[in-house]
């Protein structure tokens, strides 16, 4: 039998314990992991000692790596995408509420994240269950929603237009904006099933949905904002605190995170790998 441990947190996602991922983790021991993974759709790892070889090694154990376009890998390892804020840098990477790769057609299943250098107080990470925001919406709005899709779009983030781009020291962190705007926007239902837990979830997010398909550009946006406000409330979100050692793997389809910009004038390095994903249905 199995000994590891699966600990909900208080809000969404689930600690595992018991567990060193640096060594050859059973079928087993695996199985008990993935099906934490597609309960909650998020789990936290303490205290792992890993080198980015074994990174990826455990990484491939759940798919196939998806190599990011735009951001800046890790030295000698374009697997992995680096996550950095220099002391002397304003901006962060993340530092809103968004779900990665919302903007491709089959959008990522999630990304391993994977602290390298934490400041000494702050960088927290938020997480939110997008699962549990839908299930909160009154049934009104849930009829509403019902075979409503939204468009989604990496150009106003990552393409040469990019916010990021006029005075922004995040940008030199993402590169290759011709890709973003060689990119199409893809459309995807307001609420899917989602694939490995079956369960509703409400699928549009600020950073990259820029509207809902065949809506006024005005109640789209009135719509979309009703729909952030509901999921960014206390009880649909854990705020992660980062120590050495911690990894957090996230599900894309199931929740939204929000990387806290509140250590100014000290570094935060993480490396981040992300995997593949599929085509998304109501
Ligand atoms: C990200 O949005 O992938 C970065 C999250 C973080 O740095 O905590």
Redesign the pocket.
Known sequence: MSSITVTPCKGPGAEIGNVDISQPISDEDFAVIRQAFADHGLIFLRDQTITPEQHIEFAERWGDINVNRFFTPVDGYPQIAE?RKEPDQATN??GGW?T?HSYDAEPAMG?I?VARELPPKGGD?MFADMAAAYEALDDETKQLLDGLEAVHSSKHIFGGQSAYKEGSDVNERLHNADAADALDDVVHPVIITHPLSGKKILYVNAAFTIGMKGMSQEDSAALLMRLYMHAQQDQFVTRFEWKPGSIAFWDNRATW?Y?LNDYQGERRV?H?ITLEGCALAA
Do not use: N, P, Q, Y
């Open positions: 996550v990477i993340g968004h990665d990304s994240l990470t995170h990387a993480m981040r």
